[in-house]
Antibody, heavy 112, light 112 residues
């Protein structure tokens, strides 16, 4: 059974770095991609970036300078790090294998 | 980056009515292998996106057959043949042919 679960701090201060973890089960990271998608309150979905089975990455052009996605295959975890956070980074952050497989999301608020 | 333009942004329907949502891409979503990675998702309030359609016209697992997808190249349509109350929410198209992946802005389906 495929599962993905996001974890991380609910509150981050402006200008700080966000670190999130996506823990997966039921599939291998070396043969599947995992993506991060976010959704500001009341707004639409934004694809942030993904890491492929071979470990290569792709990023949203608008976030590329601030965003890093990595993984630890031995722990079945994918990581998101984004620096220089501002209030408009407040959102629900989802990880997804693509298709039908999504985590429940984690709410991150950027505020002092 | 590929821009997906969804219309309409809001759709008011009665139960039993058939409706369609359009998703137009700024460039062809047909890849060199002959695949078109166009997906449709439904997001109900407070939930993760649910896959409805993959590869333009294939029904996701457990998705009722009142949903159908069609189109090619840059022009795609999601049709609901007989809206039911559980269909209310926001519909998104997403392309995964060209990195970075992108979502449409969403179409909110509400009861008239």
């Amino acid at each position: 059974q495929v599962q993905l679960k996001e974890s991380g701090p609910g509150l981050v201060q402006p200008s700080q770095t966000l670190s999130l973890t996506c823990t997966v089960s039921g599939f291998s990271l070396t043969s599947n991609s995992v993506h991060w998608v976010r959704q500001p309150p009341g707004k639409g979905l934004e694809w942030m970036g993904g890491i492929w089975g071979d470990g290569s990455t792709d990023y949203n052009s608008a976030l590329k300078s601030r965003l890093s996605i990595s993984r630890d295959t031995s722990k079945s975890q994918v990581f998101l790090k984004m620096n220089s956070l501002q209030t408009d980074d407040t959102a629900i952050y989802f990880c997804s294998r693509g298709g039908p497989d999504w985590g429940q999301g984690v709410m991150v608020t950027v505020s002092s | 980056d590929v821009v997906l333009t969804q219309t309409p942004s809001t759709l008011s329907a009665t139960i039993g009515q058939s409706v369609s949502i359009s998703c137009r891409s700024s460039q062809s979503l047909l890849d060199s292998a002959g695949n078109t990675y166009l997906y449709w998702y439904l997001q109900r309030p407070g939930q993760s996106p649910q896959l409805l359609i993959y590869l333009v016209s294939n029904l996701g697992s457990g998705v009722p057959n009142r949903f159908s997808g069609s189109g090619s190249g840059t022009d795609f349509t999601l049709k609901i043949s007989g809206v039911e109350a559980e269909d209310l929410g926001v519909y998104y198209c997403m392309q995964a042919t060209h990195a970075p992946y992108t979502f449409g802005a969403g179409t909110k389906l509400e009861l008239k």
